[in-house]
């Protein structure tokens, strides 16, 4: 599964493996290089892989992706927790706009018919349209962009999102892609043993908090 966001409109950075409730995410960090003042190189990079039992909300990092890895922590989540984006969580800050979502004519992408829904959001100097594109799901997967306003149509499951500043008129968008609806069989190979790991490793079981700073840490060292 892939996330398409403004911040990273080729989806590079943002790939997501699954197998039932199981989800592994590549998490990513920023890095540059510097020679006195200037900037020499910069980028992003996989610095840790994450996996995340859904059933339990259980998960660890690893540094590599292979079925010979080792955890480095070992955490519970709570259960409103996320480790990269909230696909999983019932409540979301703009929940509570529900009851303001306005619909407007359905509309056709790549072949694709999608119900919408809009909600505005203003403030002094700044006023932005928020438009749910809800597409029909023939089998649901785990994955939602926004899972509170899901119910608003059953079947059907928002894919994409799209952001528009009305008052200058520029319009972005996410949007959930699935890359395969298959593991190969070094990924398969990987969720066997990690989720293993889930339930045998000796690590002590921490906070997400905790785990985080353990990882900073151990980043620190290499």
């Known amino acids: 599964m892939n996330l398409v966001t403004p911040s990273d409109p080729e989806g590079l950075h ?3 493996r699954f197998m039932d409730s199981v989800v ?8 540059s290089e510097s020679e006195g003042d200037s900037i020499t190189a910069e980028g992003v990079r996989i610095f840790k892989y994450s ?16 079925d010979t890895a080792t955890p480095v922590t070992n955490y519970q989540l709570k259960n409103s927790e996320s480790i ?3 696909f999983h969580l019932d409540k979301h800050p703009y929940g509570k706009y529900i009851d303001s979502l306005v619909p ?4 056709m992408i790549n072949g ?14 700044w006023h932005q349209r928020l438009v749910y594109y809800f597409e029909h799901q023939e089998s649901r997967n785990i994955f939602h962009m926004m899972k509170p306003f899901d119910s608003c149509y059953p079947g059907y499951k928002i894919t994409r999102v799209q952001y528009i500043d009305m008052l200058t008129g520029h319009s972005s968008f ?7 609806n298959t593991l190969n069989v ?31 840490r151990l980043n620190q060292k290499k």
């Open 112 to 125: 694709k018919q999608y119900k919408r829904l809009y909600f505005d959001l203003s403030g002094s100097g």
């Open 14 to 16: 943002h790939y997501t």
């Open 174 to 180: 996410s949007y959930l892609e699935l890359v395969s």
């Open 24 to 31: 592994i995410f590549e998490i990513y960090e920023q890095w």
């Open 186 to 216: 070094v990924e398969h190979n990987v969720f066997e043993a990690w989720q293993k790991n889930l339930s045998t490793s000796t690590l002590p079981i921490t906070s997400k908090i905790e785990a985080q700073s353990s990882f900073a």
């Open 84 to 86: 990269s984006f909230g």
């Open 51 to 66: 996996i995340l039992d859904l059933t339990n909300m259980r998960a660890q990092d690893y540094i590599t992706f292979s």
């Open 104 to 107: 407007m004519p359905d509309s």
